[in-house]
């Protein structure tokens, strides 16, 4: 079973840019007939998920517009993680980032594995 | 503000059975996407609970159930028990290919 832990440093300054890692276990995300997309959502203090955005192993990437175009998504086969960068962090920014396995078919998606997640405060 | 709206919270006594609403639009859930729910504890990894509206993941139990229609979706819980309370969120698509959640519903166990 696919398993995903999620890495990185819990306080970044305002105006900064967050980098989060997610080391994958249990599958390659760069496997040929992978049917996995790659993902990544969080939950800011007191509020629903928001999903970030999302890349698939042929690199097709898509990314949630309200964030615009601060976040980049890309990926480290050799280590078998991907990553998140968001640029020009806010208080607003503030939340517990998660990454989380999906599946993409003709009628949506669906997230079958999850991290248990990151705190991520952004404050001066 | 998230895009699927679900109640803050609900609550039932053991044994008893809990159903939770998911409501959309026409361009998400109203638009023919199906809807997923996940199970979520404090400090722990959400849990797909149900996918596809209707379908449970090897390990749930049958007390979980999903269903759809029209801009909207529903979980129940039978037999509520008190491993059972948690906050349940549900999921859905919309026609811009991105994946939109609703608030999230705190379920307590009386």
């Known amino acids: ?124 | 503000q998230s895009v699927l709206t679900q109640p803050p919270s609900v609550s039932g006594a053991p044994g008893q059975r809990v159903t939770i609403s998911c409501t959309g639009s026409s361009s998400d859930v109203g638009a023919g996407y199906d809807v997923h729910w996940y199970q979520h504890l404090p400090g722990r990894a959400p849990k797909l609970l149900i996918f596809g509206n209707t379908n449970r993941p090897s390990g749930v139990p049958d007390r979980f159930s999903g269903s759809k229609s029209g801009t909207s979706a529903s979980l129940a819980i039978t037999g509520l028990q008190a491993e059972d309370e948690a906050d349940y969120f549900c999921q859905s698509y919309d026609s811009s290919l991105s994946v939109v959640f609703g608030g999230g519903t705190k379920v307590t166990v009386l």
């Open chain 1, 1 to 124: 079973q696919v398993q995903l832990q999620e890495s990185g440093p819990g306080l970044v300054k305002p105006s900064e840019t967050l980098s989060l890692t997610c080391t994958v276990s249990g599958y390659s995300i760069n496997s040929v007939n992978s049917r996995y997309f790659w993902g990544w959502i969080r939950q800011p203090p007191g509020k629903g998920l928001e999903w970030i955005g999302s890349f698939s192993h042929s690199r097709n990437t898509y990314y949630n517009p309200s964030l615009k175009s601060r976040d980049t998504i890309s990926v480290d086969t050799s280590k078998n993680q991907f990553f998140l960068r968001l640029n020009s962090v806010t208080a607003a920014d503030t939340a517990v980032y998660y990454c989380a396995a999906e599946i993409r078919y003709g009628s949506g998606s669906y997230f079958v594995s999850w991290g248990h997640g990151t705190q991520v405060t952004v404050s001066s």
